[in-house]
């Protein structure tokens, strides 16, 4: 979708927002494929209500960009435009057991920033991609940790309020993969308050949980991590896997052949490709297993 009044680009830049025309979601997201639109690069938090006022009031749809590492979008011309958070410079702040962490800060750099202040408990986390505020809502988690044990406080926008507040950790709940964020709720910045330990035990729990990943998932290659949960006490990997499905391909969208529940772009797939192998193995699933496995990955298609 394009903005093209006039009038809308000059609120945009009042509000102190980055127009950038006809960015190709291929370049924002680790799937490497999806379509193109226009990108509205946010530096300041406070005007978020303005600006989020402004596109209601001219039927402009949007949607929220993290770090686009667990996101499969749709080919072709979208029909909404993006949302992005600009990174501040710091955007991690340390007060003893805590770390103020801006949502757009990389979840990697601030796992090593923490660990390097003596702060761990998410040496799990190291190897996800993407940013702490897109960890935060889908509430990211490995090796048995999940970041939502560490949240003690979130500033975000509240899509319903239409306005900036500051939720308690305890007023949010953090399940499987699954907060209680609303889906139109923008993360900004979370207080983690993280357990000490020297700089030296963090590092060996971070090349322990690195080497496992290395071992065990397709990290070269293009792909959103894992595209479905695992549903209750099972393995969707392994279901997968069982049926012989690594190296299924619909074009270049492929089942991995390290992991079978990591589905690669193995060359130039588009979401279509990517969406058929879905339905496809989701299906071989069901009637092998009788389970509806649900998507992991978060499907933005028009
Ligand atoms: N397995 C197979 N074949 C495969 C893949 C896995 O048999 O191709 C078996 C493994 O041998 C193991 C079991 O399935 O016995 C579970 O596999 P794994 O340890 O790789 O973990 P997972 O359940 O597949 C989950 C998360 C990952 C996270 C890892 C490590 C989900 C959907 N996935 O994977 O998160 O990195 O545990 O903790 O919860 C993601 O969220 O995108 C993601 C990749």
Not at 78 to 83: D, E, K, T, Y
Not at 138 to 164: C, D, F, H, W
Request: hydrophobic letters at 40%; proline letters at 4%.
């Amino acid at each position: 979708m394009r903005i093209s009044d006039p009038q809308i680009a000059n609120r945009l830049a009042e509000l102190d927002v980055e127009l950038q025309r006809g960015a190709t979601l291929a370049d924002l997201t680790s799937l490497g494929f999806g379509g193109t639109t226009d990108l509205l690069r946010l530096t300041k938090h406070e005007t978020i209500p303005d600006l989020l006022r402004l596109l209601d009031s001219k039927h402009i749809p949007h949607k929220f960009l993290g770090g686009g590492s667990n996101l499969l979008v749709g080919d072709g011309e979208l029909p909404w435009v993006v949302l992005q958070l600009v990174r501040p410079e710091p955007d991690i702040v340390l007060e003893g057991n805590y770390a103020h962490v801006d949502a757009a800060a990389d979840l990697g750099r601030t796992v090593t920033f923490c660990a390097k202040h003596d702060l761990g408990g998410m040496e799990g986390l190291i190897g996800v991609p993407g940013t702490v505020g897109g960890a935060l809502r889908m509430n990211a988690g490995a090796y048995g940790m999940q970041i939502g044990s560490y949240v003690r406080e979130v500033k975000l926008y509240r899509a319903a309020g239409r306005k900036i507040e500051i939720l308690r950790g305890n007023q949010i709940s953090f399940e499987y993969r699954h907060t209680s964020f609303a889906p139109d709720d923008m993360m900004l910045a979370v207080t983690l308050e993280l357990p000490s330990k020297p700089y030296k035990e963090i590092l060996q729990g971070i090349r322990i949980c690195n080497e496992k990943r290395r071992s065990s998932q397709p990290l070269g290659q293009k792909s959103a991590g894992c595209i479905f949960k695992n549903p209750p006490g099972g393995s969707a990997g392994r279901m997968i896997d069982e049926l012989g499905l690594k190296g299924l391909s619909v074009g270049d969208a492929r089942v991995s052949d390290r992991h079978a529940n990591f589905f690669v772009n193995a060359g130039h797939a588009s979401a279509k490709d990517m969406l058929a192998l879905i339905a496809d193995v989701r299906e071989r699933v069901r009637k092998a297993y009788g389970v509806t496995l649900e998507n992991e990955v978060v499907v933005w298609n028009a």
